[in-house]
């Protein structure tokens, strides 16, 4: 038996609507898909996400367990770094700790039995060193003693002058 | 009047309206979604990233702390008498006491005062002593440089007056108040470094102050006087 359609044929669609209607679901249908899969995938993400944070947090928790277990040692330690660097910046401000050196040099340079030392000034910024002697070549031999001795970076002569009583003084500075 | 169906919408787009409408509603739905929905991701992502360095942090502190060298754990001590927490005035007058001694050096004067310099409080010690020789007090210089707790010596003069050497020095001992609190557990930990070491180093080869003990002594008999 043949179809019969009662309707009236001006509210039936056309053809061309029809093509494109279908086609348009089509595409609704594909937007759809992309629509859910794109949500899916989000909270899938974030899912995942959340659990391996909260695994790391577990983790986390573990381990400053353990750390408080082992607090004196950080303690020790702590401390141990604090008053080395400490230690480090005072060892690093000016001192005049390793100046023996130079008050040696003068003392073996110096031959104290013709040449008096009755002065020896180490300060940070210069070591100053007052020499007396009754002879000059004494004086003489002592200046080309401490030219001659390569211990000293710069020597400067300060003053020169005799006293009638103690005789030949001179004053020699070593700036730093 | 009359209804006109003509009027309504034809039958051409009813059937592509409804299509149509279905993709503006999804698209508008996905647009209203997209911001917080990435806002999400982009959180859960930062927790996740944030919560692995903590856990790596706290993974490498625990792998520290378990190697660290229980030799320098010693030293700790010798770091204290170095830099002590407290003034070190007795100590060093005990360190300068024991290197007269050796030297035979008389002390004449003694005078120490406390200052505060910067975040190390310092005591500055000014004295005046009567040496045998020139040698005898490099000897004594070569000593302080070695002693603990660590010194300082800002100037001396060496006078010679007839036979008598004296010098006056001025030299200056520091303390360090410790730290009150530790560093946060999620803080990086790192142990020494080579410089840090190689100071430890130096300051543990540093003479100790002597200190005195009395040894515990049993009580004596007492002698009854009425007997």
Do not use: C, H
Not at chain 1, 56 to 77: D, G, H, N, P, V
Not at chain 2, 69 to 80: A, C, G, R, V, W
């Amino acid at each position: 038996m043949p179809d019969i359609n009662l309707l009236p044929q001006d509210i039936k669609p056309k053809e061309y609507a029809i093509k494109i209607s279908n086609n348009l679901k089509k595409i609704a249908i594909l937007i759809l898909i992309i629509f859910i899969v794109s949500v899916s995938v989000s909270y899938a993400g974030i899912f995942f996400f959340s659990q391996r944070t909260k695994s790391s947090i577990k983790k986390q928790e573990t381990y400053k367990a353990e750390i408080a277990k082992m607090e004196r040692t950080e303690q020790r330690l702590v401390l141990l770094k604090n008053r080395i660097d400490k230690v480090d910046n005072l060892m690093s401000k000016p001192n005049v700790n390793k100046d023996a050196m130079f008050l040696e040099n003068i003392n073996n340079i110096v031959n104290q039995e013709k040449i008096k030392l009755p002065t020896i000034e180490v300060t940070l910024t210069e070591n100053q060193v007052e020499i007396v002697s009754s002879n000059l070549s004494d004086v003489n031999s002592l200046v080309s003693d401490l030219l001659n001795s390569n211990n000293f970076l710069n020597i400067y002569f300060l003053t020169f002058g005799y006293d009638i009583e103690k005789g030949y003084k001179a004053i020699f500075s070593f700036p730093k | 009047m009359k209804f006109n169906t003509k009027n309504l919408l034809s039958p051409d787009i009813k059937i592509i309206s409804i299509p149509i409408i279905s993709i503006i509603v999804v698209i508008i739905i996905s647009f209203l979604m997209i911001k917080p929905t990435y806002a999400k991701i982009q959180k859960s992502i930062n927790d996740f990233k944030d919560s692995t360095t903590k856990e790596k942090i706290l993974g490498d502190k625990l792998k520290s702390l378990k190697v660290v060298d229980t030799n320098i754990l010693d030293k700790t001590d010798i770091s204290f008498l170095a830099l002590p927490n407290k003034n070190p005035s007795a100590w060093m007058l005990a360190q300068l006491k024991n290197g007269m001694i050796q030297g035979n050096i008389t002390m004449k004067e003694v005078k120490l005062v406390s200052e505060k310099d910067k975040d190390l409080n310092k005591v500055v010690v000014t004295f005046n002593i009567v040496i045998p020789e020139l040698s005898s007090f490099v000897n004594f210089l070569n000593y302080l440089d070695k002693i603990t707790p660590l010194t300082l010596i800002d100037s001396y003069i060496v006078s010679s007056e007839g036979e008598e050497i004296e010098v006056a020095m001025n030299m200056s001992i520091y303390y360090a108040d410790l730290p009150s609190v530790l560093p946060p557990i999620t803080e990086p930990f790192e142990g020494l470094s080579q410089k840090q070491e190689a100071v430890l180093d130096y300051v543990s080869k540093l003479n100790r102050p002597q200190f005195d003990t009395l040894e515990p002594v049993p009580p004596t008999e007492r002698i009854i006087p009425f007997n």
